[in-house]
Every structure is written in C-alpha cells, then in structure tokens.
C-alpha cells in the first residue's frame, strides 16, 4: 500500500497545509533511525515508534526540503495510517485484507503477495472501493551507500478501481541494519500514460552524520528529473 500512498501524494489537488497534530504518532514519541537522501530532491526519513499499542513505524517523506507525507505501518511494515500536507486523505479504510503485505514473510521466503481492498477518495468523485492485488520480491541485489547495505525489493502491483486501473511497478529497499524498508522510485501506467516517481537513494544518514533527521533535500533540486 505504500506505493500507491506515494503515488496518490504526487496526484491529488493542493489544499490548505495539514495540522502535524493529527498524525498517529508524533515524531518526538519515536527513535530517528536514518535519513535517506534520494535522486529527484526528496528525501525519506524513518523512526521506529514504542506505542501503548505496539511497535509503529513512521517514513516521512520529504519534498523540495518540505515534509509532504508521512506513513504508519505496524511491526510487519503492513499499512496503519497515513498523514500529508495537504490534507486529502486518499485511503480512507481497509474494506477487506485478504493476503496483507508481510515483512516477515518476505524475509522468510524471498516473495510475499497481497490482496487488498480499500475505500479511496480521489477528491474528484465520491470516494469508491478499489482491489489492490500484486507480489513483492527480495532481489538478491544490495545497495551499498555509506556503509550501509540495502537490498532491493521489486514489486508490482494493479489497484483496480472497476472503472479504471492503475499498474503500479517500482522498487523498495531493505535496510539491513534495521531490518526496516523505504520507498524508491515508482512508475505508474493510467490508461497507457505512464509517469515515473523519482527515489533512488543517494546517501544514507544515520545519527552524527550532517542532515540526519533534516528536512532538506540534497540532489537534483532544481534540475530536471
């Protein structure tokens, strides 16, 4: 589900700026992990979070130095809640989790599948269901970014709105230190236009190093993606 949240970020209007106080976990509750730096001027960062109802984690993703989104998920990385700055909730509820993405399970086996559906508001129609079915798998690829090792995982996926699809494919990463995931780039096909998200990772920063935990945005900021 965290795709297609980064998609939707990059697709619904612009509203008033968000109150940070709504979110689901506030970021002083939570442990600062890294900070990636990635390719097209956005950044992620990820913080683990100790709540009286379990293990959170909170990715926020950072745009032009600006915090647009941020993502809960549980222990296993399945989807909680989400927040953005602009104030348009795209997933609204969890209808029906048949196949749940699965950490674990990834971890365990190389491959994990999901079968989803969901209420959606594109902010253009009344908010409608839609199934988001596809497969994510280790790669066997490792990223190696100051120090740290990070390894790919593809996926792809089709979230079916009945009238419409959208085929989603891209790549997370694996951090093997963490044991957590964050997002890369994105590439999504509407009625055979597609459009690619950008996020490969440039650097990975974790706690000392200059612009951990920052909302500043390092590469390819004002140039053309």
């Known amino acids: 589900m965290r795709a297609v949240l980064v998609i939707a970020s990059g697709l619904l209007p612009f509203a008033a700026l968000a109150d ?12 600062p992990l890294y900070t990636v730096q990635k390719r097209g001027c956005v950044a992620e960062h990820v913080l683990r979070c100790q709540t009286p109802d379990g293990l959170i984690y909170r990715n926020e993703s950072i745009e ?7 993502e809960f998920s549980d222990a296993d990385f399945e989807y909680v809640d989400s927040w953005n700055a602009n104030g348009e909730v795209f997933l609204l509820e969890m209808v029906e989790n048949r196949d749940p993405f699965s950490l ?7 491959v994990d599948s999901f079968d989803q559906t969901a209420l959606v508001d594109l902010q253009v129609v009344a908010p409608r269901e839609a ?10 690829e490792v990223l190696r970014v100051d120090g740290s090792e990070s390894e790919s995982v593809a996926f792809v996926g089709t ?5 419409m699809s959208w085929e989603l494919s891209g790549t ?3 951090d093997h230190e963490t044991e957590t995931l964050f997002s890369g780039p994105v590439e999504i096909t509407i009625d055979g ?3 690619t998200m950008p996020g490969e990772p440039a650097r990975i920063l974790r706690e000392g190093d200059p612009g ?4 500043v945005t390092m590469f390819d900021c004002g140039e053309p993606t």
């Open 104 to 110: 674990s399970a990834l971890l365990e086996s190389d």
């Open 159 to 163: 979230l079916d709105f009945s009238t």
């Open 64 to 70: 032009d130095g600006k915090l647009t989104d941020v």
């Open 172 to 174: 997370m990463y694996l």
């Open 131 to 140: 199934d988001f079915v596809g497969s994510s798998a280790l790669t066997g």
């Open 20 to 31: 940070e106080s709504g979110q689901l976990v506030q970021r002083d509750q939570c442990q």
């Open 212 to 215: 951990f935990m920052l909302n």
């Open 193 to 195: 236009y597609s459009e």
